[in-house]
């Protein structure tokens, strides 16, 4: 056990978490959809939380909102169980949900004016709540489009309303789930920004899914990845690639002969290769398979239903 500090005061511990998972499972009749998954965000992370379809994505962010009861583990979200989370608690995070589709006669800034309204009794202690509705749409790059009806805005410009309204009661954690489904790359690329400029100018936690790496490693501090009910993979998107001991693949060209070997020690084998065959030694490649593509490899077995196998070889090379 840890001992208290001089004055009396235990030490900072969990409670300096935004987020603290421990062993949460879930099941839905026979079927166990979380395994005993772990995890925790410290205050003003980014999060990405990535796996293939069906892995429990959205259940897991839906308990932490407190949606949906676990079927057991530790859970706790700005210090809160989620299970007995009140109003007061709600107030101090942002969801944004797949798509908003309600409200489409209102116009931008009222819609804003009147969701913020409803966050005024939860202000203080620092943080003024609401967001400032003209400062929030200029945030959110709608200054233009302030007095436009929901239901006439682009589809990129209703998901930053989207975010908007996420954030309009200024979180301290902000949900985002699959946030960029069904973006082109320019608007894609704009809602990075976004969140980048959000993590830093509010230091909000965020915790977002996600089926894309490459939007994970652009946009989260870590990389959580989810599979057979577990959390397979916990790490920076660097970390994780470096983790990664795969197999190389090393390629070469001897007296016009194509040639292909694998091996974990690529460098002494290329040295033997120099040793054995010296200047005739053409076309030397020396390729290993990359983060993304070890994870595309395990999502294809995965839903081709080898779940185990997938999550077993996946771990086998980054461990
Ligand atoms: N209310 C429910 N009742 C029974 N099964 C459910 C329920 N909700 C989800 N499931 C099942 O739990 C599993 C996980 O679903 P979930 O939506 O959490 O996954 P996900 O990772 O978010 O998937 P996707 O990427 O497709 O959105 C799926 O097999 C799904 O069919």
């Given at each position: 056990m840890t001992e208290p500090d001089a004055v009396g005061q235990p030490p900072a511990g969990d409670t300096a978490l935004a987020i603290d998972v421990r062993d949460l499972r879930m099941r839905y009749g026979s079927n166990d959809v979380l395994n005993g998954v772990t995890f925790n965000a410290k205050p003003g992370e980014v999060i990405a939380l990535l796996g293939p379809n069906g892995a429990g994505k959205t259940t897991t962010i839906e308990i932490l909102e407190g949606f949906r009861m676990r079927s057991d583990g530790h859970v706790r979200v700005?210090?809160?169980?989620?299970?007995?989370?009140?109003e007061a608690w709600r107030a101090r995070?942002?969801?944004?949900?797949?798509?908003?589709?309600d409200h489409g006669r209102w116009k931008v800034r009222e819609l804003l004016n009147h969701l913020g309204s409803l966050y005024a009794p939860y202000g203080g202690e620092g943080i003024e709540r609401p967001w400032n509705t003209d400062e929030l749409i200029e945030v959110v790059g709608l200054t233009e489009h302030i007095d436009k009806r929901v239901n006439s805005l682009s589809g990129g410009q209703r998901r930053r309303l989207d975010v908007a309204i996420g954030i309009v009661g200024r979180p301290e954690l902000l949900f985002l789930d699959e946030p960029t489904v069904g973006f082109d790359p320019h608007a894609r690329r704009e809602f990075h920004d976004l969140v980048h400029r959000l993590s830093d100018m509010d230091s909000t936690t965020i915790l977002l899914t996600t089926h894309d790496l490459d939007e994970a490693e652009k946009l989260a501090d870590r990389i959580l990845i989810l599979a057979g009910g577990r959390i397979i993979a916990d790490g920076?998107?660097?970390?994780?690639?470096?983790?990664?001991?795969?197999?190389?693949e090393v390629r070469w060209?001897?007296?016009?002969?194509?040639?292909?070997?694998?091996?974990?020690?690529?460098?002494?084998?290329?040295?033997?290769?120099?040793?054995?065959?010296?200047?005739?030694?053409?076309?030397?490649?020396?390729?290993?398979?990359?983060?993304?593509?070890?994870?595309?490899?395990?999502?294809?077995?995965?839903?081709?239903?080898?779940?185990?196998?997938?999550?077993?070889?996946f771990e086998e090379v980054t461990r």
């Open positions: 700005l210090d809160t169980d989620p299970a007995h989370g009140r995070f942002g969801i944004v949900l797949q798509s908003w589709r920076s998107a660097e970390e994780l690639s470096r983790r990664m001991s795969t197999e190389a060209t001897v007296n016009g002969k194509r040639l292909i070997h694998s091996t974990l020690e690529p460098t002494t084998y290329v040295r033997e290769l120099f040793a054995q065959h010296g200047a005739d030694l053409e076309d030397l490649e020396v390729r290993r398979a990359t983060l993304e593509e070890t994870y595309m490899n395990m999502v294809q077995q995965f839903e081709a239903g080898k779940v185990e196998s997938a999550v077993r070889a």
